[in-house]
Nanobody
């Protein structure tokens, strides 16, 4: 059984920063591309970004590029999402996930998911 747990969400003012963590129990964590998604109420889950197995390449949605940074520490089996210059439209539940197959830009390609952590950005 694989567990993925996000933490670090909370309430922050516009322009502020938050750092989300994603800890995984998977022994072969280093074999998985890791993605981040977010979902606002009554909206579809959308791609935020992803990082390759080795951590040498990252991918970001245009909406967060230049503000968010994804990293990973395979030895600690932990991924990170550093969010800077937060905007009210960033408000959502944020999820991390381990990729299995298919496109990295859509949720259906990911095998293991965390429970999500709420990020709320106030004006």
């Amino acid at each position: 059984q694989v567990q993925v747990v996000e933490s670090g969400g909370g309430l922050v003012q516009a322009g502020g920063s938050l750092r989300l963590s994603c800890a995984a129990s998977e022994r072969a964590f280093s074999n998985y591309l890791m993605g981040w998604f977010r979902q606002a109420p009554e909206k579809e889950r959308e791609f935020v970004g992803a990082i390759t197995i080795s951590g040498d390449s990252t991918y970001y949605a245009d909406s967060v590029k230049g503000r968010f940074t994804i990293s990973r520490d395979n030895a600690k089996k932990t991924g990170y999402l550093q969010m800077n210059s937060l905007k009210p439209e960033d408000t959502a539940v944020y999820y991390c996930a381990l990729h299995f197959s298919g496109s990295i830009y859509y949720p259906m390609g990911y095998k293991y998911w965390g429970q999500g952590t709420q990020v709320t950005v106030s004006s």
